[in-house]
């Protein structure tokens, strides 16, 4: 099932390639997005919620001599991103098809179902060189979605995508190679299997090392500040499917590779950089809210906004409780939901007026009312209002934090604030208040082709707002395993330190003696 997820989409992006009719295009790449959505669904129908390792295995031998296999599994952690893509891929692709791509629509349409088999894929690897293949093929098609049906700096910012994510990702390979190496001095024989891989001891300065070279690749691709530059140029002129994608599923690598790859392989680490990270969380929540406030452009307001949000997740994710990771896994679900929203309506608004300057508009609630509906709807999910699926994310999260270290959670509350405060300025400036452009007054709402692109979403929003216990249900056993592994490593850490303080006492007491004899 899990190779009939990741590959359907490469193959329907070389069938399309044979195709020249337009409209046949577009027919056929929905169809062929429709139905990875609909085996995710039925995997997720037969998921086990109580079983907290990897479910519908596949592993067969690859490069035997290199230890390499095809492994693939599913986890709860992993379960609802592969859902979350393979919707996100499919109303992507019906949005664009009503007008917003009028040129090159196969080739359009072969890059999106490409990037689909990479992003599928690098969820889905439990192999890490099949992983490592998956996670650079995202790349090339991202590359030339931006490049060439972008807008503005386009080839700026795809340069700039892939410069900033390439340094990451050869950090990250030379890690993995100096992994597997020690793995074959200690296990007497090469493998790239994960689970194999969590068993290699290192030393303490190793870890260090290997841990900063994939946490680096992992936090440019969330993207953490200070390393978060790439992400508005990328997003700001980005077509819209791009956007959506970019902020629905492709930033959520970074906070999945922390939760799958850094963490469980080098716990002692990650816990001694809980204070690092959190405070890099805090400052990406407060920095990209304040930054968002700012922006005269919706488009990057949306973007900026995406910093904080993500701040929210890995504050979480470094928690290491089960609020925190439960937390950050469900809101890494909620931002691409939202945030999926609103760059699909962004570009909707985009299509008519050819402009995203927030003093271009005013007054839209009166010539467009299903708009401004639906676009109240996404951006209340996006502040974190009860009964929609933003709060409990965020109310997870802010429980974990405090239990970890209150201080953390007292200035991340002021992210929450700023998000209101910036999402409803907005919402004010655009959707109500006189109508100053003429042009405004003559918008057409919303057609039946947009509208279904959003009815999904705002259900979700609704469905995980009111009721999260199903997907609570089905994060919690593979989060409390990993937890189990960092409890471990946190026991260790405080022994050695302990240790090591017991070993420098003797020497501070003698000292002290000494001070006293030279004092009588």
């Not at 690092?276 to 906004?305: E, H, N, T, W």
Request: aromatic share 12%.
């Amino acid at each position: 099932m899990l190779t009939a997820i990741i590959f359907l989409p490469l193959l329907g992006a070389l069938l399309i390639m044979m195709q020249s009719d337009e409209r046949t295009v577009w027919n056929s790449a929905f169809v062929f997005s429709l139905v990875p959505l609909g085996l995710s669904f039925y995997m997720l129908w037969q998921f086990n919620a109580g079983e907290p390792g990897y479910q519908f295995v596949e592993q067969y031998p690859w490069i035997p001599s290199l230890g390499i296999s095809y492994h693939l599994g599913v986890d709860g952690i992993s379960l609802f991103l592969v859902v979350l893509t393979t919707l996100l891929i499919s109303i992507s692709l019906l949005y664009s098809g009503g007008g917003d791509i009028e040129e090159r629509a196969r080739e359009f349409c072969f890059f999106i179902l490409v990037l689909e088999t990479g992003l599928l894929g690098a969820l889905l690897a439990v192999d890490l060189f099949l992983f490592y293949v998956f996670w650079e093929l995202m790349l090339i098609p991202m590359y030339f979605l931006i490049g060439i049906w972008g807008h503005g700096e386009r080839i700026y910012a795809a340069l700039k995508f892939v410069v900033f994510t390439m340094v990451g990702s050869l950090l990250m390979l030379v890690a993995i190679l100096y992994l597997v190496f020690s793995a074959r001095q200690h296990l007497e024989h090469i493998t790239f299997d994960l689970p194999m891989l969590y068993q290699v001891p290192l030393s303490t300065t190793e870890a260090r090392w290997l841990f900063a070279a994939f946490a680096l690749a992992f936090a440019i691709k969330v993207p953490m500040w200070p390393v978060h530059t790439w992400l508005p140029d990328a997003h700001t002129n980005a077509p819209t499917a791009g956007s959506v994608i970019l902020a629905g599923i492709m930033l959520k690598m970074g906070t999945y590779g922390f939760l799958r790859f850094a963490i469980p392989l080098f716990p002692e680490v990650a816990v001694e950089a809980i204070p690092l990270f959190m405070a890099l969380a805090v400052i990406g929540i407060i920095y990209g809210a304040m930054v968002a406030m700012m922006q005269p452009d919706l488009k990057r307001l949306v973007a900026y906004s995406s910093v904080s949000h993500l701040g929210f997740v890995m504050l979480g994710i470094f928690a290491f409780n089960i609020q925190g990771i439960d937390g950050a896994v469900y809101q890494m679900l909620n931002h691409g939901i939202s945030t999926g929203g609103l760059f699909l309506l962004v570009g909707m608004l985009y299509l008519r007026r050819h402009t995203r300057e927030i003093s271009e508009f005013g007054g839209l609630w009166k010539s467009v009312p299903i708009y401004a509906a639906i676009f109240m709807v996404v951006m209340l999910s996006s502040v974190g209002l009860p009964g929609l699926n933003g709060f409990v994310g965020e109310f997870l999260i802010m429980l974990g934090t405090f239990l970890r270290l209150k201080l953390a959670a007292v200035f991340a509350v002021t992210g929450v604030i700023l998000g209101a405060l910036y999402m409803l300025w907005t919402y004010e400036r655009v959707q109500f208040g006189p109508i100053t452009k003429a042009v405004n007054e003559t918008i057409a709402d919303l057609n039946r082709r947009e509208i279904a692109s959003m009815v999904p979403l705002i259900a979700l929003m609704l469905f995980m707002g009111i009721y999260p216990r199903p997907l609570i249900n089905r994060i919690e056993p593979s989060a409390s395993r990993l937890l189990e592994r960092v409890k471990v490593a946190e026991a260790r850490l405080h022994e050695r330190r302990h240790h090591q303080a017991l070993a420098a006492a003797p020497g501070a007491l003698d000292i002290r003696n000494l001070k006293i004899a030279a004092a009588k």
